[in-house]
């Protein structure tokens, strides 16, 4: 029994260390974003993200989560201005570092993508130019926004490289996208989101084609990487197992908005909206296919 009131509450480190991250000023700030998709002509309109508000502090780790369609990655796209041509940001604000990147050029926003805001999108092989060496496609952040050159820009690539755990980096990188495993495409895009020395990174569903094994290993890579840079992340995805894992709190977002907020434990322990709930129950129990199992067997 607690007799000292709330002042006197045990400080766990991790308690301790949410509580420092939420009393620090936010690395970005998205309030009432507002995104829509305008057909040919203007006839029909789709509000993909409507009136989206979330914080993300240096750091943390944010998971959005949802079912297909629910605006999680448009949601990204606007914040870094990679929208499709039938899309348009309408409203809202995104304040990174005390700059709205609603209000900027794509030429001013080309300064900070990459550089200062970093994307590894879910699909390697999409991300990854299969005619370009793994050198090419990871030095190039580091040459256009850190002026990297001859011997300082390849000690940077093999750097990057054993930093995503790629084996032999110095012949590794001379290889091509094809040549690579699924597993280490997927950790040569995260080593191209670090080239540049990023404060924010908006990793969206990056282990989606990752086997068991290998997923488990590219989030302790994350993780790893997260603490050693300080870097605040954006964790997309669908799966809650990795929401559990990888994320300090989590937003859930339906048909185009955030339904609700809370920290990763609170939220699993005690959801407050219904589809929230419908979400969690969703998730496959072990033990309940345990118990299918056995009766089918016992049933044969």
């Known amino acids: 029994m607690n007799l000292g009131g709330p002042d006197m509450a045990p400080q766990t480190p991790q308690r301790s260390a949410r509580e420092a991250v939420a009393r620090r000023d936010p690395i970005l700030t998205v309030s009432e974003l507002q995104t829509h998709f305008f057909s040919f002509g203007g006839t029909r309109v789709v509000r993909a993200v409507d009136r989206v508000s979330f914080t993300l502090h240096e750091g943390e780790t944010l998971g959005l989560v949802g079912e297909s369609g629910s605006g999680k990655t448009t949601t990204c796209l606007s914040i870094v201005g990679l929208l499709p041509r039938a899309a348009r940001t309408v409203g809202g604000s995104v304040v990174f570092e005390g700059e709205d990147l609603t209000r900027k ?3 001013e926003l080309r300064r900070i993508r990459g550089r200062r805001i970093a994307v590894i999108l879910q699909d390697p092989m999409a991300s990854l130019n299969p005619l370009f060496t793994i050198f090419r496609q990871v030095a ?9 050159r001859g011997r300082t820009l390849r000690e940077r690539v093999q750097h990057l490289l054993r930093a995503v755990r790629i084996p032999s980096p110095e012949w590794r990188m001379r290889e091509y996208p094809h040549q690579m495993s699924g597993g280490m495409r997927q950790r040569i895009v995260g080593a191209i989101a670090l080239a540049g020395g990023p404060r924010v990174v908006i990793a969206d569903e990056p282990t989606t084609n990752l086997d068991v094994t290998i997923q ?7 993780k790893d990487i997260q603490r050693e840079t300080g870097v605040a992340l954006i964790f997309v995805t669908h799966n809650l197992g990795i929401v559990a894992k990888m994320c300090d709190r989590v ?3 339906y048909a185009g908005k955030i339904i609700e907020q809370a920290p990763v434990r ?3 322990d005690d959801p407050k909206h219904p589809y929230t709930r419908a979400l969690l129950g969703s998730v496959p129990k072990l033990a309940r296919f345990i118990r299918a199992a056995r009766k089918r067997c016992h049933a044969a």
């Not at 190039?140 to 990297?148: D, G, K, N, S, Y």
């Not at 488990?216 to 994350?222: C, G, R, S, V």
Request: charged share 15%.
């Open 105 to 107: 050029s794509q030429r």
């Open 140 to 148: 190039e952040p580091a040459f256009f926004h850190q002026q990297l």
């Open 216 to 222: 488990a290993q590219y989030l302790d890579l994350l």
């Open 251 to 253: 937003a859930v977002m």
């Open 266 to 268: 609170e939220l699993f």
